[in-house]
């Protein structure tokens, strides 16, 4: 199995995709419908999470996880029934939409968890069960500087060719 830290940064690099592809969704002009972009936006939102549990605890089974990131994902949406001047101001701002949303909506948490479970399956796939190593590792063949091989020089000699 690859690394704690090998898993670590192909987490880390596949949040700040997510991130990338859900502010994309959100505020690029893509002309996509408004349902389209609002819960394409919570579906990334919810694989954001996971991804950021699974970075915390990267060695963790995948159904731990998923747990996990539903939780604080349905706690995060109930978050939103509190109102508090301060925590409506924020809200206001785009890192409070971002990151808390404005109003509750239980269709968020539907989303929320398609997202995250979609992040799960794409989580469990990628791991190896059997503690075979997947193909990226095999390749990268570390110690490889290490090998001392010397093919001998291949010797291609001409002859006219044969047109008959």
Known sequence: MPSVRSRRLRLFAAVLAV???GVGVRYL?????REVVKYAGSVLWGAMVYGLVALARPAAPVARLAAI???A???VELFRLVHTPGLDAFRLTLAGQLLLGRVFSPWNVVAYAA???LAAALDRST???DGRRNVADALA???AAE???EPPRAKIARRPADFS
């Open 19 to 21: 991130i990338a592809a």
């Open 69 to 71: 990131a539903l939780i």
């Open 29 to 33: 002009p893509l002309c996509l419908p």
């Open 127 to 129: 791991r190896r069960p």
């Open 115 to 117: 997202g995250i479970g």
């Open 147 to 149: 090998i001392d091989f």
């Open 73 to 75: 994902a349905v706690l």
């Open 141 to 143: 063949m570390p110690g």
